[in-house]
């Protein structure tokens, strides 16, 4: 059957480094299952953000107050088939954009919107960003060049506020063998969130942590997965930022039937080190996190420790989020030397005949800190709660409504600031196709 439409030829928008890709691609274009297997995906989010900072400082000194500012996004996710033969080519696209609805110079720079071009206080009307990604299929192998949104123990794109972190590079994923999973990636650009702009990759510099823009010529990560059976499964990934860091990761994920429920374990090693030129200074940081759950009858507990050893704090791409279990909706909890612990609580309402509603909440504390300049113990605790609703029929089915709350404190406020947070969210996806 012919395509309704010729097909965009991405060769010359995806540059020297996709070649191979490019190589007889238009022609294959054509072939039976790249248009059957397609699918078009639209996301439309409204957020409100609202971030009270409560340590006393003003405008004209540490920074504003407040940050409060809404807008409205819109994702569409458009992915092809594979064209016949044991060689199978497709082609993807992300196109997203982002509107302000409500902000003002003295509230804004709250991550959903960028900086206004003519006044660097204020934040745009809007922004867009569009990225392609050209593929090839051999039997269960699947390489992919363009735009990324990863998804990796060491690289998962950040999706925190109104759109997400673009990657952009190189990523082979092969399940050839059963229960096995093969990863390798080379990125080396990136989309902020809150940007329309690519820049080049960097170490993310939290709390000054790390000096801003130390950036690299690119990332590489490798990894395998094995699921040894339904209740265990082990990881392994490395991963190495060009004369920054390097890093491995030790995973495991099991679960095991206890009495009416079920009993979950998360645990997560991870060693950092300087590597190279040593452009962000010396690295010596070695993470535990681990998560302990029991589910039953929508119920679920959970107790997680997480503790820092060595001179630094945990490295992590900007842009991403760090794998660690005491990430939470505000702070990591991984600084130079800290221990933290965990409390959190689940409930699907399911379980009472109330489908769609959910609820969350959490409790982070964290000690043993070692502050810069400061012979002080640095401590910090964190409360979330979370409570969300899908429409479960009628005109606004599957619209999906969240409202979010945070509570920050620390003893160190120069550094890390007090802070209160609501966030409201309201979502619906469209299948287009």
Known sequence: MRPPFPLLNPCPLLGLGAAVLCAGFAPLANAAGFFEDSSAKLESRTIYFNRDFRDGHTSTDQGASKREESAQGFILNLQSGYTEGTVGFGLDALGMLGIKLDSSPDRSNSGLLPSSGHDPRGSADQYAKLGLTAKVRVSQTVFKYGAQLPDLPLLKYNDGRLLPTMFNGAVLTSREVKDL???????????????????????????????????????????????????????????????????????????????????????????????????????????????????????????????????????????????????????????????????????????????????????????????????????????????????????????????????????????????????????YNFSLL
Not at 398 to 420: E, G, P, W
């Open 181 to 427: 999973t093969l990863t390798a990636a080379r990125l080396n650009r990136y989309t902020a969130r809150d940007s329309s702009d690519a820049q080049d990759i960097r170490v993310h510099c939290k709390n000054k942590r790390y000096a801003c823009n130390t950036t690299a010529d690119h990332f590489d990560t490798y990894g395998v997965d094995y699921k040894f059976n339904d209740r265990l499964t082990g990881q392994y990934h490395y991963a190495e930022l060009e004369d920054i860091y390097r890093q491995h990761f030790v995973g495991l994920l099991a679960n095991q039937p206890l009495g009416p429920g079920v009993l979950k374990g998360d645990l997560r090693l991870l060693k950092s080190a300087d590597t190279g030129a040593e452009r962000a200074g010396g690295i010596d940081n070695r993470a535990l996190s681990t998560m302990l759950g029991y589910s039953v009858a929508g119920h679920v507990f959970s107790a997680g420790w997480q503790r820092m050893y060595g001179d630094n704090s945990m490295p992590y791409l900007d842009g991403s989020n760090p794998y660690l279990v005491n990430y939470v909706q505000v702070n990591d909890f991984a600084a130079i030397q800290e221990r933290s612990w965990q409390l959190r609580y689940d409930y699907d309402f399911k379980a009472i005949g109330l489908n769609g509603l959910s609820f969350l909440t959490r409790y982070v504390s964290g000690d043993h800190i070692k502050v810069p300049g400061s012979l002080r113990e640095g401590r910090e605790w964190e409360r979330d709660s979370e409570l969300k609703y899908v429409v479960q029929s009628g005109a606004f089915k599957d619209v999906s409504l969240r409202l979010r709350n945070a509570t920050y404190r620390s003893n160190y406020q120069k550094i890390a600031r007090d802070m209160d947070e609501t966030r409201l969210i309201v979502s």
